[in-house]
């Protein structure tokens, strides 16, 4: 299939993804307004997928680029594709929809396109963005996943998914009994040295979708991410496949997850790299530099959250 910036795929509840979508968390040093310019440049350029999430602490402002950009006439609100993330401290079956309208409210939109838990655990309610200090609650996701289902049967949101479920998880979701929806997509960090074969095979065969993220290497923001960690676009092999295409190695690194049937996010809020990471539609990697890149694999995670690793739901004690 020759993909496009337009190119959408069908989940299975029926409703549609762009492959490509702009990713919108940014460290707190960053000035929110940053990320109103950079959705409205981006919806300009042709974005349709915009990743934001409660936690991020910006809806207002990147609600305020979108419906902007529906004001002057650039988009309809049905052309855009808005996921939000249900933060873990309303993972209480009676918290849930208060957490997604909190969301709605900060947006000013009237629904969301995708609502997904953000992680598999949960954390005791706080009443603010404020995660710390952290404080583990128990409350069982496959409850949390009814009150999304309400959520959807309310019209507030269009599909639901998950983020960050490992397979074993994953399980458990579908063989709930009474199950009503199937998760639409897997929200999970995917990139050259994270290639999640396994989890990619798995969730294929259950019809989920994977969504990529951290593909560029992340932010590599100071409070989540090792500063010792490998600088992903710094790597010389990808370097010298971007060479043969003369492609920057972002397109490359991006351009190898969508050739694997995988929806890519990547943040920026620079003018000039949101143009670039849009050339990914213009060149397709063969298939022995898809091995090359394949061949980079080495399990390695950005974004840990090693802060929750005590807690009985963190995801990546497992394989995959
Ligand atoms: N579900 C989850 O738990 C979860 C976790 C992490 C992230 N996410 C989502 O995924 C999105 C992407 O992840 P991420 O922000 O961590 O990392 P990322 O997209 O891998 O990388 C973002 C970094 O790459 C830079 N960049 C962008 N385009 C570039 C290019 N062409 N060349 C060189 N550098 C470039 C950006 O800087 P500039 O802005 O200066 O261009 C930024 O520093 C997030 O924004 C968020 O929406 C979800």
Known sequence: MSLTKDTRLTLHDGNTMPVIGLGTFASADVPKSDGTEATKFAIDLGYRHIDCAYVYGNEVEIGEAIRSKIADGTVKREEIFYTGKLWCSFFSPDLVRQGLEASLKALQLDYLDLFIMHWPFSLKPADTHNTQPIAFDNVDFCLTWEALERCKDAGL???????????????RLLSK????YKPVCNQVEYHVYLNQSKLLEYCKSKDI????????????DKDWVDPSSPVLLEDPVLRSVAGKYNRSPAEVAMRFILQKGVVVLAKSFNPARLKQNLGVFDFELNPEDMDTLDGLNRNLRYAKLTVMKQHPEYPFHDEY
Do not use: D, H, M, T
């Open 209 to 220: 979708v994977l969504v990529a993220y951290c593909v560029l290497g992340s932010s590599r």
């Open 157 to 171: 949101v269009k599909s639901i998914g998950v983020s960050n479920f490992n397979r074993r998880q994953l399980e």
């Open 177 to 180: 009994p009474g199950l009503k």
